[in-house]
């Protein structure tokens, strides 16, 4: 037997029986019903005892009222369902289908299926579509079989007197809560056992709808009478109360929706006026898992099957338990194996770094097998399972390197290992830790694998790792007991190829016979070429190590900072240089995008293609797939012009990302869930100046950190003692900074800050009066002319009067060299 969690996939009842044994029976007690009762003449004492029942069957039910409306069918009805001869579906459909001899209306299929129960309690099922959906999915009855059907009773009591029959320590109302339980489950663990849920569902949707629509503001609103309900609203009535079967008379209908509206104003205290609302969103489906995907987690019954194994260890054992194993042990190692080769081996083992991995998800590949091939010398199993990624070119699995999982009754394991036969990958290991044990260890530590288990625990030294390197087993990794969260849920992919990140190195070392490539990449000294270091990018910007200390203090805070300053201070050239320092020199994992006025939310994020509903990812979309590939690199999405665009437009909903780090969004047109990676920085330029800077400045300010970069004299200094001016005049430089520094006082005081000149116009390398003068006509004069005062500005700074009257020709802007 089998639960089937998608079309073509399934899981088997045994380990979900296991665990039902283990928690012990149900809690639930089916009400008892005394058939004696229908052989009084006494009327109300029938009545009373029916409503103390209803009460009991039903607590959350809505229409006690039906069973006083139509006492005298009642006692027939009962008596037909407890006493008839025909078979038992059949007499409860006549009870339940609105054309039926014995139909009442209010009373569904929870009341009539505990009346059904009582007649056997410990064998009868309780027919309640939770309980149906649950068999369904456990393949206990037929797809074909229309729901809630006398034909799915009829196959629903035929599973349980078999089951019943199999498992004696069981009774139904255990297996009702299984199947309860079974509708409900999303991955391999049996959830918990919860009692109905109809109040707090009603509670926290109601709680939703007074959010959206204060319920002050609805009636401030209302006109003329309340509306009838909609299509969806009806579906959402119809899942909180059975009583509305297709074909329920119209008059009966009305009756039983005032009742219904009556208990949710006294129980609940909606008004009339949120009903509907309330209703829809009730009807609302929740998103069902599609298990046939992903990796759906470890449950507790892998760590049980393991330890058992161990404990009774025989082929007739294994043989009795092939549907526990094959659930709670191999298939979601599969799905791990796919996972893993799908989001860390494709793309970056193979596609990245080039080796041909053995990935494939069956025995003598990627997976061991739990079988001994010993033959029966000892006992027949291993209590383990191993996932082990080694490359294809190698000798065998045990003869190479590998990143492995290792799940056995304590936990689960996962990293680097290298097993003593490994001769000539343990050769190459040794070799690059005796030859470049400090550049390893520093691969290592930059990713704080050096934290991770080493045998004997982290190492914290190039020294450790040259003692951990002799021994003749080598193993780095992480470890998670049986109880851990992580081990349930898809999260476990990416702790795994994390930790495989890590320690790319070793594998690098021990795979490679030229590992120092990687090595230095991954310590953040690139082997090709000079290192970009802090010294690197002052001596490329002229800013001190007080302002990149600053700014790394920032940037650790918020992870996306803007530099802001008037055109002309460099802050484009700045933000190139800081991605550069940042990723280590990596152009790769450098993202520039400039904004525009017209720049979209499809261009930044992603844009539908099609009608089929294809996607294609944006910049962001795109520069987040390779930081979560690399998760251990640092990687930069540079915005040039950043307040030029239209921002919330451009980000949508992504802007609530850039203030809550960690958390996801669903996106609009492909449905996926998106979060920032830990690992992606955003930097990005502004100019004060720019039309929309003003209006967007606070709701920036709780995104982004700050840098202001206002025109500097004292960079321009430091650019010319750097590259002195090459006119003849040597007061001219100095007489050059002290021009700049009252041009843009006077700038500030009569046109606004916002129109101050930059110093990078001034930073040409020999630099002359003739330059100078190119530069004022061809960039100074057209940005000052657009502000207001330019005229009386621009005959006050006459060049002339600064740094002599002799007449000369301006060069061309063509002749001046870029800067």
């Known amino acids: 037997m089998s639960v089937v969690h998608a079309e073509g996939s399934s899981l088997p009842l045994q380990p979900l029986l296991t ?420 550049l390893l260890f520093d691969a290592l530590a930059a990713t704080t694998a050096t934290a991770l288990n080493f045998g004997d625990g982290p190492i914290k030294s190039a020294d450790d790792l040259r003692t951990w390197a002799a021994k003749k087993t080598l193993s780095a990794s992480q470890h998670l007991l049986p109880d851990a969260a992580l081990l349930r849920r898809d999260d476990l992919v990416g702790e795994i190829l994390l930790t495989f990140d890590r320690l790319l190195p070793l594998f690098a070392a021990a795979v490679d016979e030229n590992p120092l490539p990687v090595l230095h990449r991954r310590a953040g000294r690139p082997e090709a070429k000079a290192v970009f270091d802090d010294e690197s990018f002052q001596t490329s910007t002229l800013l001190s190590d007080v302002w990149l200390d600053r700014v790394r203090g920032l940037l650790k805070s918020k992870k996306q900072l803007i530099l802001r300053g008037v055109s002309g201070t460099g802050k484009t050239h700045v933000a190139k240089s800081l991605a550069r320092l940042l990723t280590r020199d990596r152009a790769d994992a450098v993202r520039f995008v400039q904004f525009h006025p017209g720049y979209s939310y499809e261009e930044f994020v992603e844009r539908p293609t099609d009608a089929e509903g294809s996607v294609r990812d944006g910049v962001l979309l795109g520069c987040a797939a390779e930081a979560n590939r690399r998760p251990a690199e640092t990687f930069v999405l540079l915005i040039d012009e950043l307040t030029r665009a239209n921002l919330p437009r451009v980000f949508g909903e992504l802007l609530y990302l850039l203030e809550y780090r960690g958390e996801a969004v669903t996106l609009p047109y492909s449905k996926r869930t998106f979060r920032l990676p830990s690992n992606l920085l955003i930097l990005a330029t502004a100019n004060p100046g720019d039309p929309t800077a003003d209006t967007l400045d606070q709701p920036l300010r709780r995104r982004f950190a700050f840098m202001d970069m206002p025109p500097d004299a004292a960079l321009l200094a430091r650019w010319f003692a750097a590259h002195p001016p090459a006119d003849p005049d040597p007061t001219f430089g100095p007489r050059l900074l002290k021009f700049f520094e009252q041009l843009n006082a006077r700038i500030a005081r009569d046109c606004g800050k916002e129109w101050q000149l930059g110093h990078t116009p001034f930073m040409i390398p020999d630099l002359t009066r003739d330059k100078l003068a190119t530069v004022w006509k061809h960039h100074v004069t057209p940005l000052l002319d657009a502000s207001r005062g330019s005229a009386d500005l621009l005959a006050s700074f006459d060049l002339d009067r600064w740094f002599g009257s002799e007449k000369r020709p301006i060069a061309p802007p063509e002749a001046l060299p870029p800067f």
Not at 81 to 100: A, I, K, N, Y
Not at 129 to 142: F, H, N, W, Y
């Open 19 to 438: 665990a039902l044994r283990a928690e012990g029976h149900s809690d639930r007690t089916v009400p008892s019903l005394d058939a004696d009762i229908l052989d009084t003449h006494d009327p109300q004492t029938f009545l009373d005892h029916l409503i103390a029942f209803y009460r009991r069957a039903v607590p959350q039910g809505w229409h006690e009222e039906s069973l006083r409306r139509s006492a005298s069918l009642l006692r027939y009805a009962v008596a037909h369902v407890l006493r008839g001869t025909d078979p038992l579906p059949q007499r409860l459909d006549r009870c339940l289908e609105p054309d039926g001899a014995y139909f009442i209306p209010g009373l569904g299929r929870e009341f009539w299926s505990a009346v059904a129960q009582s007649l056997a309690p410990r064998t009868l099922p309780r027919w309640i579509p939770s309980v149906e959906a649950g068999a369904r999915r456990a393949g206990l009855i037929a797809t074909r079989t229309p729901n809630g059907s006398p034909a799915a009773f009829a196959e629903l009591c035929d599973a349980y007197a078999r089951l019943l029959a199999s498992t004696p320590d069981l009774t139904a109302t255990d297996l009702d809560d299984l199947f309860h339980r079974i509708a409900g489950m999303t991955d391999r663990e049996l959830p918990p056992s919860v009692a109905d849920d109809k109040p707090r569902r009603i509670e926290s949707t109601l709680r939703e709808i007074r959010t959206a629509v204060p319920l002050r503001k609805r009636l401030k609103d209302h006109a003329g009478t309340t509306p009838p309900l909609t299509p969806a609203a009806w579906t959402g009535l119809r899942q909180l109360d059975d009583a509305f079967p297709e074909g329920l008379d119209s008059a009966d209908e009305t009756t039983l929706l005032a009742e219904a509206v009556t208990q949710l104003r006294d129980r609940y205290r909606v008004h009339s006026l949120e009903v509907g609302d309330l209703l829809e969103r009730l009807a609302a489906p929740g998103e069902r898992p599609n298990l046939a995907r992903a990796f759906h987690g470890f449950c507790g019954d892998s760590f049980h099957f393991l330890r058992d194994l161990a404990a009774d260890n025989r082929r007739e054992w294994m043989d009795a338990h092939r549907d526990r194993y094959q659930f709670a042990v191999r298939e979601p190692m599969v799905e791990l194996c796919e996972a893993l080769t799908e989001r860390y081996v494709r793309p970056i083992l193979e596609k990245e770094y080039g080796w041909a991995i053995e990935c494939e998800p069956r025995t003598g590949k990627a997976l061991t097998s739990i079988v001994k091939n010993d033959y029966g010398q000892t006992t027949p199993y291993v209590p383990e399972m191993w996932l082990t990624f080694y490359p294809k070119a190698g000798p065998a699995r045990r003869a190479d390197a590998q990143l492995f999982a290792r799940l056995d009754a304590t936990g689960l394991s996962f990293g680097f290992h290298l097993g003593r036969t490994a001769r000539e990958a343990g050769k190459r290991l040794r070799t690059a830790v005796q030859q470049h044990g400090p």
